[in-house]
């Protein structure tokens, strides 16, 4: 049986404690890999806060035998599940050489499924203007003692008494079930604050603290959140640092690991904004793996946020090209009975979208192309028949089998510089965030490559794409101007070439926007007709809906399935932009929709073509060079590919997609210049592409 370097996640009902191995033979035979990792998603942290030692089998509490307690799932009835079967169920897994995680939520269900450790120390409830919510696991007990230090031993005693590889947290545990900007304003979190940022409270939220009535909670967070917001964000960061260092410190002396879930689906500055989570902070404090929720399909059939495919593919990449050296896996939705969603079965082409682009926005770093994750998350794991987990793992397979040689798309450069700088100006402004710009113009199908660090940017070549260049530092600014292996795009405040005296071949200025940015660029071939273009784009230019008065004030969505507010661009700048990576840039392929066309050790292009419609889709795929053959690389379409060829000189009108034009596998008076794409609803094709040896 072949080892992957994938994980799953999976609750208990996934196995079956009625069989000798509780199951695990009969569940690796229908995987038909061995992943790297397994979660055990026991999903109530009370397998921790409530662990003794194992002097005596007991039986768990429904809601550590499945997620939330649910009675069934497709295979079984929810079993009754004990201490000891656990630990037989980690070491028979771990005989495969998988490593094996306790997984645990933060959450409190007022003592629903069992009297809960929780009930005894309601002092650690977060207090938000919501109301008391979750678990805060920054709070400290009555007698003024960290929840962190007794976290640390019942977590060390926890897996070394099971038997685990180490601790997987999510949802509610960190970060907690809301942004800080309307989370835990309780008397012990101001205090806290107070202490470490040596802040300044007036006298009416002074004369106050020791009472946690929602009209202090309220006054507070109106305080903080509108006068000392960095000051809190920063001190958030600084507490998960003291949180992790103290965590992962014990578990990995005692050869231990540390994984958990990003920050509610949130890019590297969403993170650090929302929920005071800095990425790299987490990683030098200790944690070993970062579970990417790129889940968006499954997000978007829950009614989350709205259209998130671009904004999540490229979230992932983001994450990455920001710590590059460090194990990032990312949530592949598959199906969860218990939140009662399912992509397999429902929309599988929007699955399979998902797994091949998800895999394929690479980074670079040391020269190297690399993946933006190292490998797909499972979820949840329990429940896939022998043959879906055949169907998924095929299609991993072609998703992860590609190693590129080269990338003909646009690089993106990231800035940890720039990345920092904004915090500031989002306060003030809401201005949006490289995150933001790279998957607003993929949503208008632009085409882009591997994202880049600047300092490597001696080991780019082609187009590159800078969002908000007045952010990063003076030395990345020279760096910039002085590329010239490529055309350069770049995107900062509108005026700012104007006012740092910097003539590029092109800038558009966004006027009807909110946030007024400019588009600029150098290097451009035939710039008269690229001008033309963009200012027939930018004359449809409305300005965009935005909350009323001061940016600074707007409201703060208090859970992640609202999206951040971002002083918004125009759609038609959006356009402009879109429009100058996939046209300015002069690439050797082009389409109406979004297209990833990756080179291949084998000299092939490999041609990822997205259909972002609810129908089978023909898109012409163009090539400036001289197209020898096109291969389906994915299961669909099943029919080779037909040639695009230019027009017979003796007919008087020609049409690009006309069927008299285009022949199968069959050459036409003059050369192929593209291919008709066929695709799926919702979904994404494979090709490999040809082209003749004397044009590669």
Wanted: with cysteine.
């Amino acid at each position: 049986m072949d080892n992957k370097n994938h994980m799953i996640w999976t609750p208990l009902i996934g196995f079956d404690r009625n069989k000798p191995d509780r199951g695990v033979s009969e569940y690796l035979e229908d995987t038909g890999f061995i992943p790297k990792a397994m979660s055990l998603f026991i999903f109530h942290p009370d397998i921790i806060n409530q662990h003794e030692n194992m002097d005596k089998e007991f039986t768990f509490h429904i809601d550590f035998c499945s997620y939330f307690g649910t009675p069934r799932n497709e295979f079984r009835e929810r079993q009754p599940w004990t201490n000891y079967n656990l630990r037989e169920l980690v070491g028979n897994l771990s005989k495969h050489g998988i490593e094996v995680f306790v997984g645990v939520d933060g959450v409190y269900l007022e003592n629903s499924r069992h009297y809960e450790w929780q009930s005894d120390h309601m002092e650690l409830l977060s207090y938000g203007v919501n109301g008391r919510m979750k678990l805060n696991v920054l709070k400290r007990f009555k007698d003024g003692t960290y929840y962190e230090d007794f976290f640390v031993d019942k977590v060390v005693k926890c897996v070394t008494d099971y038997g685990f590889s180490g601790l997987h947290v999510s949802d509610c545990f960190c970060p907690p079930g809301y942004s800080i900007s309307n989370g835990d304003f309780s008397t012990d979190m101001l205090d806290q604050f107070k202490t470490h940022s040596n802040v300044t409270y007036p006298d009416e939220i002074t004369s106050r603290l020791g009472f946690d009535e929602q009209s202090d909670i309220e006054a507070r967070q109106k305080f903080i959140w509108g006068k000392l917001r960095r000051e809190w964000i920063e001190f958030y960061v600084w507490r998960w640092k003291e949180f992790w260092t103290k965590v992962a410190g014990a578990l990995h002396a005692i050869g231990k690991k540390v994984m958990i879930n990003n920050a509610w689906c949130a890019d590297p500055f969403e993170a650090l904004y929302r929920y005071g989570i800095d990425y790299r902070v987490f990683y030098e404090s200790g944690t070993d793996y970062f579970i990417a929720e790129t889940s968006p399909t499954a997000g978007e059939l829950l009614g989350c946020r709205g259209y998130l495919f671009q904004q999540y593919m490229s979230m992932a990449q983001m994450m990455h090209v920001f710590n590059p050296d460090r194990e990032l896996y990312t949530l592949l939705g598959v199906k969860d009975c218990t939140e009662g969603w399912d992509t397999i079965h429902h929309i599988p082409t929007r699955l399979e979208k998902d797994m091949y682009y998800l895999a394929n926005m690479y980074t670079k770093h040391n020269a190297e192309y690399k993946h933006s994750s190292d490998g797909y998350m499972v979820t949840l794991g329990d429940g896939i028949t022998k043959d879906e987990w055949n169907w998924v793992m095929e299609r991993a397979d072609l998703a992860y089998g590609a190693k590129p040689t080269d990338i003909n798309a646009p690089s993106l450069i990231w800035s940890d510089a720039g990345h920092y700088a904004h915090l500031d100006h989002f306060i003030k402004d809401r201005r949006p965030s490289v995150h933001k710009q790279f998957f607003e113009v993929q949503k208008r199908n632009a085409s882009t490559g591997e994202a880049v660090r600047i300092e490597e940017l001696s080991t780019v070549h082609g187009a590159i794409f800078v969002p908000n260049f007045d952010l990063i530092a003076p030395g990345e600014k020279e760096a910039v101007l002085a590329y010239n292996k490529g055309v350069v795009i770049c995107t900062a405040k509108m005026g700012y070439c104007k006012d740092n005296n910097i003539t590029p071949d092109i800038c558009i200025g966004d006027e009807n926007g909110g946030y007024k940015l400019e588009a600029f660029a150098f290097g451009i071939s035939d710039k008269e007709t690229h001008i033309d273009a963009l200012k027939e784009i930018m004359a449809q230019s409305k300005q965009p809906r935005q909350s009323p008065g001061d940016p600074h004030d707007w409201f703060d969505p208090p859970f992640f399935t609202v999206q951040m507010p971002f002083n918004e661009c125009s759609d038609a700048f959006y356009k402009a932009l879109a429009y100058l990576i996939n046209k300015g840039s002069d690439p050797l392929f082009t389409c109406e929709t979004t297209i990833l066309p990756v080179l291949l050790e084998n000299g092939k292009y490999r041609m990822y073509v997205i259909n972002h419609l609810n129908n089978y889709k023909n898109y012409e795929v163009m090539c400036k060079k001289t197209i020898k053959a096109v291969d389906c690389s994915g299961k669909f379409p099943v029919m080779p590919p037909r040639f695009v060829f230019p027009p017979d000189p003796n007919e008087t009108k020609f049409d690009g997609a006309a069927a008299e034009n285009m022949k199968i596998g069959m050459k036409y008076d003059g050369i192929p210049y593209g291919f008709l794409a066929k695709l799926p609803p919702l979904g994404i094709s494979v090709f490999d592409v040809t082209l003749e040896e004397n044009n590669i």
